[in-house]
């Protein structure tokens, strides 16, 4: 993986032009603006509303163009702050899939890996709690064996800050291509990524320190049998430098390690920059 990241860091420098992205149709596009925006301002959501300034989640999940009636995979749910909206807007019409690692890849000891499939059995009931809606609704699964039922039915899956994790533990090939498996042939991936610098040193990028280059995800995406679609900047952050020695895990909600004379500094400068690409699976 090491060795196959340099590389693409070399061939993303030219990165080919993004796909058009097609839209829905006016009247398709209203509706699941309006479904929407009734999940991202529920009532329900009321203590994770305060991060919704960073994590964009209207803006996120229509560039992803994810409609009210579709198949959703999302991968490593973690807190579920994610979840718990697309439950919302998912939930009534749709269908939402809690994704989780291959227990058997990667740095999971056997704690580890009873960790990840207690998360995918409750996982139903997690959102069923948080949505107000039946756990039947609700779908979860690790990628250790894909069921062939699940191969092709997938309309989208989403990354959300994840994509470090993959690479610094050497999973990312085998868990992209189970995701790949997933999807219809006209399926797409939306990944949210904190961002590193064009130029930051591959040491810092390796995701180690949480953060990616844009050009490396993009390459290994497309490496990996996927178009890339095109990027969003709605989860930009400017104020971010993205070159902190203890890397993202300095800035908010975390500030790890961070002196209490430092901590009004890092919360006016927020969540980390973050990179919004889609991509759609190659035939």
């Known amino acids: 993986m090491r060795r196959l990241l340099i590389a693409m860091s070399v061939a993303a420098i030219s990165l080919p032009a993004a796909n058009a992205i097609a839209q ?5 596009a209203k509706a699941m603006k309006a479904e929407l925006a009734a999940a991202v301002a529920s009532p ?19 560039f992803f163009q994810v409609a009210p009636d579709m198949k959703v995979g999302e991968y490593a749910p973690g807190g579920e702050w994610y979840s718990r909206m697309l ?9 939402l ?17 009873a960790g990840i499939r207690a998360g995918a059995v409750k996982y139903p009931a997690d959102v069923a709690a948080a949505s107000g809606l039946p756990a039947e609704r609700f779908a979860a699964m690790t990628l250790e064996k894909l069921p062939d039922s699940e191969k092709g039915s997938f309309d989208r899956i989403l990354v959300m800050r994840m994509m470090h994790n993959l690479m610094r533990w050497n999973i990312a090939d085998r868990e992209i291509k189970a995701m790949r498996d997933l999807l219809k042939p006209d399926g797409m991936i939306g990944i949210e990524q904190h961002r590193a610098r064009p130029d930051a040193p591959f040491s810092y990028a390796d995701g180690s320190k949480g953060y990616l280059r844009e050009a490396d995800v993009i390459k290994f995406m ?62």
């Open 24 to 28: 829905p149709a006016p009247a398709q």
């Open 44 to 62: 329900l959501r009321e203590k994770d509303r305060a991060r919704d300034q960073y994590r964009r989640p209207a803006e996120t999940l229509t």
């Open 87 to 95: 439950g919302l807007y998912l939930g009534g019409k749709g269908k």
């Open 97 to 113: 899939v809690g994704l989780y690692f291959d227990p058997t890849s990667g740095p999971f000891n056997e704690k580890s890996q």
């Open 222 to 283: 497309e490496v990996n049998g996927f178009s890339f679609v095109g990027k969003s900047e709605a989860n930009a952050n400017r104020r971010d430098p993205a070159n902190w020695p203890g890397g993202v895990w300095t800035l908010p909600p975390m500030l790890d390690g961070a002196k209490e004379a430092d901590k009004a500094r890092l919360q006016a400068i927020g969540e980390s920059d973050r990179m919004t690409l889609l991509f759609r699976k190659r035939k």
